[in-house]
């Protein structure tokens, strides 16, 4: 599964495997901790609270808040025809941050920190290789499969 984010996971298994092919069904999804209830987007195998490993997964809105972003100018080995691209760090309103490249929907002198943003899964699956990931767009952006 994580060969469809573009890269190789070389442990044989992880217990947030299903992650991916929840994205790939345009589901966001962030896990819940069964013993003590917090939240963490991306999902985690052990909270990072109380370090239990029981876990649900649950749907997340995809509402977040603007913390950081950057533009990549120099991009590191693997992304070079990607350059330049911004990416930002957004607190998603269920709990968690995210990690993810603005979309298109989003133009860069309208970048502000503390804007209202939408993570939106993106789904390409016309190329050899199914490609899941997701985008930073504008607030409100509702999704479907690419």
Known sequence: MFKWFGKVNYS????????ARYLKDGHLMGSKCKKCGSISFPPRADCDKCMSGDF????????AW??????????????EDAAPYIVGV???????RALAWFGESIKEEEIEIGMELQVVPQVFEETE????YYSLEKSGTSWVKV
């Open 56 to 63: 649900e997964f649950f749907e997340m809105s995809g509402k």
């Open 129 to 132: 290789d199914i490609k899941v």
């Open 90 to 96: 957004v607190d998603m309103e269920e709990g968690g």
């Open 12 to 19: 044989p298994y992880t217990k947030v495997s299903d992650f």
């Open 66 to 79: 603007l913390n950081s972003f950057t533009k990549v100018e120099a991009a590191p080995t693997g992304f």
